[in-house]
Each structure stands twice: as C-alpha cells, then as structure tokens.
Nanobody, 127 residues
Framework: VQLQASGGGLVQTGGSLKLSCAVS????????VGWFRQAPGKEREFVAG???????????DSVKGRVTISRDNAKNTVYTVYLQMNNLKPEDTAVYYC??????????????????WGKGTQVTVSS
C-alpha cells in the first residue's frame, strides 16, 4: 500500500494550491481518505476527509469554506484524492499528509484510526 502526496509549494496569502494523493495497493478495498497537517511546533491536525464513494465529506472548522476534498476512483489500481485549497492564509503553512482509513465513512478522522500514511508535502503561505 502506498500513498503519495504531491502539489505543495510556496504561495502568497490569498493564493490557491491543489494537493493530490495517489493511493495504490488497495484495489479491492473500500476506504475513506483524510488530509492532515502539521505546522512547526504543533500537533498534527485533521483537515478534511472523504468517504469511499465521495458522498460524504468533512472539514475542520479552520478550513471550512476555503478547502474542497474530492476523489477520483475511475482508475482500477490507483485512486487519487484531491485537496483544493483557496484563499490560503499564513496559518495554513504546514506539512500536509494524506492517510487511508479502512473503516471510516468520511466523517471526522482521528490520526490514530488511520491505517496507512503517505509522506507529507510542504505548503508554505507567505504574508
């Protein structure tokens, strides 16, 4: 099982970024996916989650209205989950991680419940 996050970078306040998470190795398994982030000196926190079919999505209050999570299950072996982030703020600066929850339904996710994690991608928002 592999999760590969990408799409991070440096943007100015108010800018946008679209993160991608490619999930492979879970071909015959239905799973929810969550995005988390960890800023320097802070604990990792939940950002957004999506159910297997994409019907249910959940957002942290800190990003609600600025972030959209979606997924593309069209390919048979590699599924992709996206995190579109708009109106970015300096406080959004963090390393962003995607993770798979084999038993989740797309609701709020606790990092302890996630079975698989990808390496993070850095998002830096300059003021």
């Amino acid at each position: 099982v592999q999760l590969q996050a990408s799409g991070g970078g440096l943007v100015q306040t108010g800018g946008s970024l679209k993160l991608s998470c490619a999930v492979s190795g879970l071909t015959f398994t239905r799973y929810a996916v969550g995005w988390f982030r960890q800023a320097p000196g802070k604990e990792r926190e939940f950002v957004a989650g999506i159910s297997w079919g994409g019907i249910r999505t959940t957002y942290a209050d800190s990003v609600k209205g600025r972030v959209t999570i979606s997924r593309d299950n069209a390919k048979n072996t590699v599924y992709t989950v996206y995190l579109q982030m708009n109106n970015l703020k300096p406080e959004d600066t963090a390393v962003y991680y995607c993770a798979a929850d084999l038993y989740g339904d797309g609701g709020y996710m606790n990092e302890r419940d996630m079975e698989y994690w990808g390496k993070g991608t850095q998002v830096t928002v300059s003021s």
